[in-house]
């Protein structure tokens, strides 16, 4: 089960949440996201656990638990909306 982890510390890196969700169970990743341009975590990310019985009970039990001093909140990950391509840029028209 993908699992959305969000409002976390700008300071947390993917082992400290692999850390937290390990607890639960096992976990085949962990990986904060982060900013392109500045290469700073962007405050939430995502957690894989195969097994969706100890996914669902880190869910219920890390959702609104403090981690590095702020309340997170966990939910399962929704898929990726289709976005519509965006148009290439064309300098002939500026």
């Known amino acids: 089960m993908n699992i ?3 409002n976390l510390s700008f300071a947390i890196q993917d082992e400290d949440l692999q850390e937290a969700f ?3 169970g096992e976990v085949s ?3 904060i996201v982060m900013d392109r341009e500045t ?8 957690v894989e656990m195969p097994n969706g019985a100890e996914a669902n009970k880190a869910i219920s039990e890390l959702n609104g638990a403090m981690f590095d ?3 997170m ?3 399962e990950a929704r898929p990726r909306e289709e ?3 965006r148009p290439a840029y ?4 500026w």
């Open 4 to 6: 959305y982890v969000s």
């Open 22 to 24: 390990a607890a639960y």
């Open 29 to 31: 990743s962990a990986r």
């Open 39 to 46: 290469n700073r975590s962007r405050g939430f990310g995502f």
């Open 69 to 71: 001093g702020r309340p």
């Open 73 to 75: 909140r966990v939910n």
């Open 83 to 85: 976005r519509p391509a």
């Open 90 to 93: 064309n300098k002939s028209r």
